[in-house]
Structures are given as structure tokens and as C-alpha cells.
């Protein structure tokens, strides 16, 4: 049983630039959460998505977005890239919001 | 709001030695509380968890007693091995609008030494 997959696993990007982060959930998971986790820090949490619709939100400017689809999986999106923007990028999915499981993570390098 | 306060790291021990992380929380309501671990170049894995007060998670030799009286959750392992090196990460759940969230501490980096 496969867990929560996330792609790419790193990422370098230029300031100024737009980027999609990915994420498979764990089957049978219908939620998905995204955290920001900063170097030697915490994770952030950024939005979660159910029913493919964003439920609750996170202290982040718009400048982040997210997806899901009618399959669980979903996307980070990240315009206007800044170099504060660096971060491990983590998924997690749940059953209706409940038991998380996360991912390995996506590692964003802004340059 | 809600927070979680870990006791600063980083902790060096022996192998074999007795462990304790600190963790305090401040939450409205009936929160659950975590702890997640997380390897190098890895994402977090929970460890254990307790989802209402006097209850105790325990797992792989790890315990931490969900305490509401002094709103802590502190983590212990009576002896430690080499491959208990991580960060560990406590963590409570914050119900908001039909959804969870969860809010991490800070981290408290551990490593045993042979």
C-alpha cells in the first residue's frame, strides 16, 4: 500500500518565478493538508482541501494556491517566488481530516 | 491561539541513557496531542499520540502522558539507542470550521552517541 507520494523531491527556482508542487495521497485518504517547514523549524500549515475545495487556510499570503482533483491528488502552487520561499514542502493526506500521514517532502531552493 | 512550546535543543546522550523532551501546550478546547519524528532527508512519521487528558501513547519504547492539569506531553525513553537520532516534533491538532490542523513546536534535535 503505497503512502503519500510527492514530486518533485527537489527544486531550484528563481526568484520571481512560478512552481507546482504534487501529491498523491495514501489510498483511501480524501484530505489533503500542505506545511511549509523552514530550515531547523516547525512545519507551517499552509491550506487543507476536501471535496476538492480548500477548507481552511493557514497564515500565507494569496501568492499560494492549491488544487485538488476528483482522484485526492493535489497541487501547491507558488507564484512570485521569494527567497524566503525556501522550505521543505510537506503533504499530508487523512481520512476526513483524521490520522495523518505524511510525505518525504518536497525541498524548495529559491536562487 | 494555540501553540506548542519544546524544550530548546539540541540534546546529546550516550546510548543507553534516559530521555526527556519537554512539551507545553496552549490550546482552547479538548486538543489531541502528537509526537512525530522526523530522519534526515526524511518527512515526519508519528510516533504517538493521545487524544484526551490522563490517556498515555506509547510506541517503539517511547511514552508521553497527555497531562491537562499542566498542559504537557512530555516525551521520555528509559534507554535510547543510536537510531534514535531525529528530530522530534510535538504537535496538538486545532479543530476549526469541521476541519484539523495541526501545529508543530519547534523541534528538538536528538543525538545518541555510541
Known amino acids: 500500500d503505497a503512502g503519500v507520494t510527492q514530486s518533485p523531491t527537489h527544486l531550484i527556482k528563481t526568484r520571481g518565478q512560478q512552481v507546482t508542487l504534487r501529491c498523491s495521497p495514501k489510498?483511501?485518504?480524501?484530505?489533503v493538508s500542505w506545511y511549509q517547514q523552514a530550515l531547523g523549524q516547525g512545519p507551517q500549515f499552509i491550506f487543507q482541501?476536501?471535496?476538492?475545495?480548500?477548507?481552511q487556510r493557514g497564515n500565507f499570503p494569496d501568492r499560494f494556491s492549491g488544487h485538488q482533483f476528483p482522484n485526492y491528488s493535489s497541487e501547491l502552487n507558488v507564484n512570485a517566488l521569494l527567497l524566503g520561499d525556501s522550505a521543505l514542502y510537506l503533504c499530508?493526506?487523512?481520512?476526513?481530516?483524521?490520522?495523518?500521514?505524511f510525505g518525504s517532502g518536497t525541498r524548495l531552493t529559491v536562487v | 491561539g494555540n501553540s506548542v512550546t519544546q524544550m530548546e535543543g539540541p540534546v546529546t546522550l550516550s546510548e543507553e541513557a534516559f530521555l526527556t523532551i519537554n512539551c507545553t501546550y496552549t490550546?482552547?478546547?479538548?486538543?489531541?496531542l502528537f509526537w512525530y519524528v522526523q530522519y534526515p532527508g526524511e518527512g515526519l512519521q508519528l510516533l504517538l499520540k493521545?487524544?484526551?487528558?490522563?490517556d498515555k501513547g506509547s510506541n517503539k519504547g517511547f511514552e508521553a502522558t497527555y497531562r491537562k492539569e499542566t498542559t504537557s506531553f512530555h516525551l521520555e525513553k528509559g534507554s535510547v539507542q543510536v537510531s534514535d537520532s531525529a528530530v522530534y516534533f510535538c504537535?496538538?491538532?486545532?479543530?476549526?470550521?469541521?476541519?484539523?490542523?495541526?501545529?508543530f513546536g519547534k523541534g528538538t534535535k536528538l543525538t545518541v552517541n555510541p
Open positions: 499530508a493526506s487523512s481520512l476526513n481530516h483524521y490520522g495523518y500521514t
Open positions: 489510498s483511501g485518504h480524501d484530505t
Open positions: 482541501y476536501y471535496e476538492e475545495e480548500e477548507r
Open positions: 490550546a482552547t478546547g479538548y486538543p489531541s
Open positions: 493521545a487524544t484526551k487528558a490522563d
Open positions: 504537535a496538538l491538532t486545532s479543530s476549526q470550521g469541521g476541519s484539523e490542523k495541526l501545529v
